[in-house]
């Protein structure tokens, strides 16, 4: 499973599921594997920064 890290700290998260799948990275949201209209979010912050996805 994915992780999401951040940049600044190096905590780390689980990625958000939706839909059974962890969403993925489309801009600054985190995106449904069936797509943004199904469901989306801002990215997850810390420290002040976007976090990053690490597989």
């Known amino acids: 499973m994915g992780k999401l890290v951040c940049p600044m700290c190096g905590e780390e998260v689980a990625v958000p599921v939706h839909c059974g799948q962890e969403m993925h990275k489309e801009g600054d949201q985190l995106v449904c594997w ?8 801002p990215m997850v912050e ?3 920064q976007a976090m990053e ?3």
Do not use: D, F
């Open 53 to 55: 996805i690490k597989e």
């Open 46 to 48: 810390h420290c002040g």
């Open 34 to 41: 069936m797509g943004a209209g199904c469901g989306a979010q």
